[in-house]
């Protein structure tokens, strides 16, 4: 097994095509359908299905696919610092989007503080996005708020955080309210598949509340905006709102008999595997994720 053997098997599963893995790597088809061979035939593992001349990755295939790229990602960093010992090593942090608005760049600060040897590439996108980059070894580990989905992710937990609801302030609602009795109000909601969402939509569902939004957008702001012209009422996070309560241009509505708090997680693939460095990171990180905020 060689460097140039995982090279090819990744290629091959980025295209789900031993041709187009042959093409990109300038080489013979033969010799890419031979080095994949190879490695089934040395490891006695099956990496691809093969159905009417398609690829399919096994759940094998796609647990050394993960192993693989580490295992390349660890082999650029010995030969960048090798050829390169002014060159830093890498790491990858994600969020989700809340998150990367409000705590990440802090967060980021200190790192970079406290280990000024270390490059940061950071992705902060959709929780599920993230999450997939997780599985697919793109992020060594990363910030989402609520338990990841997926039984391969594995997460400590680092925050709790309140929703608040508001709206704004000639909005035609009272100060306090039941949970079904906001229900009967105009709702301004995070899209659907959101984590916002779906940690609403299960609190909806526990009390049998059938809901229907007057607006959805994936941009906070936008919900903002719009509860700012009275056009309703929406629900999130207390940090996003600070400017608007204390200026007066939104106002809290209590809800009477429901409290909304949500968690945020630190999570990373269960089979990663933390160099020295990279374990200490982690750590601070899950120390530090609570730190004030100068």
Avoid: W
Avoid at 22 to 38: C, D, G, K, M, R
Avoid at 68 to 75: D, G, P, Q, Y
Avoid at 161 to 172: A, D, E, P
């Amino acid at each position: 097994m060689t460097i140039r053997h995982l090279k090819i098997f990744i290629c091959v599963c980025k295209h789900n095509s031993m041709t187009k893995a042959a093409e990109e790597l300038f080489i013979a088809q033969p010799a890419v359908s031979n080095t994949i061979a190879e490695i089934e035939k040395n490891y006695n593992v099956k990496l691809f299905e093969r159905i009417n001349k398609r690829l399919f990755l096994t759940d094998e295939g796609k647990r050394l696919l993960i192993k693989a790229r580490e295992v390349i990602s660890a082999f650029e960093e010995f030969e960048d610092q090798a050829l390169n010992s002014s060159k830093k090593p890498l790491l990858k942090i994600g969020s989700s989007l809340t998150i990367g608005k409000q705590k990440l760049p802090y967060l980021l600060r200190n790192l970079k503080e406290n280990f000024p040897d270390i490059d940061f590439q950071v992705s902060i996108n959709q929780t599920s996005i993230i999450e997939n980059k997780i599985l697919n070894g793109m992020l060594d580990f990363a910030f989402i708020q609520g338990k990841p989905s997926n039984q391969n992710i594995k997460s400590r937990l680092v925050d709790c955080n309140t929703l608040i609801t508001v709206c704004g302030k000639k909005y035609n609602m009272p100060d306090t309210v039941t949970l079904k009795q906001l229900c009967e109000y105009d709702l301004l909601l995070r899209e659907d598949e959101s984590v916002s969402r779906e940690f609403l939509d299960h609190i909806f569902a526990l009390e049998n509340i059938v809901v229907t939004p007057v607006m959805e957008s994936i941009s906070n702001q936008a919900l903002i905006s719009a509860a700012a012209q009275n056009l309703g009422v929406t629900i999130m996070p207390e940090a996003l709102l600070t400017r608007q309560l204390s200026n007066g241009v939104l106002r809290k509505i209590t809800v009477s008999d429901y409290e909304f708090t949500r968690n945020s997680y630190l999570i990373h693939h269960k089979d990663k595997s933390f160099g020295t460095v990279k374990k200490e990171i982690f750590d601070f990180c899950y120390k530090n994720y609570k730190q004030k905020q100068n």
